[in-house]
């Protein structure tokens, strides 16, 4: 089985400030791990992927991702936020199996950006 | 290029009717997924085709169904809607089903049951 459980269902950053969003996952097998952004009325867009190779993973728009096995955690960071990345943020973990896209999606996180 | 594209982008039915939903992947992507986005949750994984074949189910009742075409758009069926069934449809397409391909999302159909 696996899951994905992300803290925190609302984030409030100032602009310029650290964007953090916090992402746990269970798996019983290497997973792979994704981070996505739903902007009002729209469907998802990826903002970045793990998928075995290198740990820390850079995406679109300067966010990035470190997959921690230790920890389980796959956290979003972002040095500096823009009002544009207000929208709702959503971690998710694919099985490590050959045609499979059944996807385990966390409930969101909203994040605002305050000016 | 056109990106996945889903019809109608908006829906209201009554409880008891049956609602047809479509997509169309990006040009060459052979793999369809259907997800279900009640307000204020993540999406729930329903079906994945590839090659026109079920590759896998969600936990969700017989009532939805969906198929593949050989032009590999997709149709979501859901017969005899109820209330809970009000959401946000979302299709993605990705080149072959595999877990470590990239899903391209729609920008879904918001069915709204009465």
């Known amino acids: 089985a696996q899951s994905v459980t992300q803290l925190g269902s609302h984030v409030s950053v100032s602009e310029g400030a650290l964007v953090l969003l916090r992402c746990n996952y269970s798996?019983?097998?290497?997973?792979?791990l994704f981070w996505y952004v739903q902007y009002p009325n729209q469907g998802l867009q990826l903002l970045l992927k793990?998928?075995?190779?290198?740990?820390l993973v850079k995406g679109i728009n300067d966010f990035e991702a470190e997959f921690k096995k230790s920890e389980t955690s796959f956290h979003l960071t972002k040095p500096s936020a823009h009002m544009s990345d207000a929208a709702e943020y959503f971690c998710?973990?694919?099985?490590?199996?050959?045609?499979?896209?059944?996807?385990?999606f966390g409930a969101g996180t909203r994040l605002t950006v305050k000016p | 290029d056109a990106g996945v594209t889903q019809s109608p982008t908006h829906l209201i039915k009554t409880r008891g009717q049956h609602v047809t939903l479509r997509c169309s992947p990006i040009s060459g992507h052979k793999s369809v997924s259907w997800y279900q986005q009640v307000l204020g949750q993540g999406p729930q994984f329903i079906f994945q085709y590839y090659e026109k074949e079920e590759r896998g189910r969600g936990n969700f009742p017989d009532r939805f169904s969906a198929r593949q075409f050989p032009n590999y758009s997709s149709e979501l069926n859901v017969n005899a809607l109820l209330l809970g069934d009000s959401a946000l449809y979302l299709c993605?397409?990705?080149?072959?089903?595999?877990?470590?391909?990239?899903?391209?999302f729609g920008a879904g159909t918001r069915l709204s049951v009465l």
């Open positions: 798996s019983s097998v290497p997973p792979y």
């Open positions: 793990y998928t075995s190779a290198a740990t």
């Open positions: 993605a397409s990705s080149l072959a089903g595999l877990a470590k391909n990239i899903q391209y």
């Open positions: 998710a973990v694919s099985l490590f199996l050959y045609n499979n896209n059944d996807m385990r």
